[in-house]
């Protein structure tokens, strides 16, 4: 297990940006993927974007183009940056980690994000 804990969250208009950050208590090095999901009110948690070990990436198609994923082994930090943020990106995000690449079996407590249109 490992704790991870999100930050960055926050209240941003429309077409503003903000970038999450996801701390882990101990190195990323050896995790197979760390990925951003987010879930909004009434609706099922989903997939933002991930990235793996190698450091290919995976975003959701409605956020192609506005969101990446990157991380920092030196700091044991992943980052989710929002650029052009719309009221439909509002939600908790979480970040998650699969670390023997079994499942996403690590989880942070979320951190609100809310687009104001």
């Known amino acids: 297990q490992v704790q991870l804990r999100e930050a960055g969250g926050g209240l941003v208009q429309a077409g503003g940006s903000l970038r999450l950050s996801c701390a882990a208590a101990?190195?990323?090095?050896?995790?197979?993927?760390m990925a951003w999901y987010r879930q909004a009110p009434g609706k099922q948690r989903e997939l933002v974007a991930q990235?793996?070990?190698?450091?290919?990436?995976h975003y959701e198609d409605s956020v192609k183009g506005r969101f990446t994923i990157s991380r920092d082994k030196a700091k044991n930090t992943m980052y989710l940056q929002m650029n052009s943020l719309k009221a439909e990106d509002t939600a908790v995000y979480y970040c998650?980690?699969?670390?023997?690449?079994?499942?996403?079996?690590?989880w942070g407590r979320g951190t609100q994000v809310t687009v104001s249109s």
């Open positions: 990235i793996n070990n190698v450091g290919t990436t």
């Open positions: 101990r190195s990323i090095d050896s995790f197979n993927t």
């Open positions: 998650a980690v699969d670390i023997y690449g079994v499942g996403f079996d690590a």
